[in-house]
C-alpha cells in the first residue's frame, strides 16, 4: 500500500511540475506576444505612416509646381521663328492660348481670337500667342496645321510646340479645349486657366482679370 501511496505521489508531483512548466511557457509566450504586438508592428506602421504621408506630399507638391509654373518649352511661330521661356520674359503678361488641330471649337474661334488680341496688346507689357499641342506628331497635324494657319490668318504668334520633356508632363493636365492661360513674366501661371472659348465677354472678363493679376506679379518681383 505505501508503495502505490509512493508512486501515486510520485505521478503527482511530475503533473504538478509539468504544470508549473506548462504556465510559466504560456505566460513567456503571452509577454512575447505583446511585446511584439505592441512594438514591432507599431513602429512598423509608424514608419508606413511617414513614408505614406512624404509620398503624397511629394506628389501634391509636384503637381502644385506643374500646375502653377510654365515649364521650359520650345517652340516656333508659323513663321519658322524660334519662341522659349525667354520671349515670355520680355512681357509682364503673356496670355496663352491652347489648342490642336483636331478642335473645331479651337479653330472656330481662332477668327475672333485676331481682334482680342490685337486688342490686348494694345496695353504695354501684354502679348498674346496661342500654342498648337499637336503640329509635331505626325504628317497629317502639320499639314493641318499648316493649312489652319494659312486660312485664318492670325495676327499673333501661332507657335507649333514641341510636345515634349517637362512641356509635355504640362499639357497632358489641360483636359479642356480651347484654355488660355496667362503668366507672368517669371512663367507663373496666374489664376485660373479660362476653359472653353474667348468669345462670350464673361470669357473675356476672367481673361482680364488674370492679366491684371500678372501684371501686378510681374511688377512686384521687380
Known sequence: MR???NIYTIIMLGLLLAACQNNDKQANDEKMKNETKAEIPAEKEDQK???KEMTVEE?????MA???TLPNFTAKDQDGNPFT?????KNDATVINLWFTGCSACVEEMDELNNIADELKKDDGVDFVSMCTDVNYDDSTKEAYQRIIKEKKPTYKALAVDYEGDMKDYLENIFVYPTTIVVDKNGNVIGDPVEGSLVSEDQ???L??????AIESSQASK
Open 3 to 5: 508503495k502505490v501511496n
Open 49 to 51: 505612416t511617414d513614408n
Open 59 to 63: 506628389k501634391d507638391s509636384s503637381k
Open 66 to 68: 506643374d500646375k502653377n
Open 85 to 89: 521661356n525667354e520671349d515670355i520674359a
Open 204 to 206: 473675356q472678363a476672367k
Open 208 to 213: 482680364k482679370e488674370n492679366i491684371k493679376k
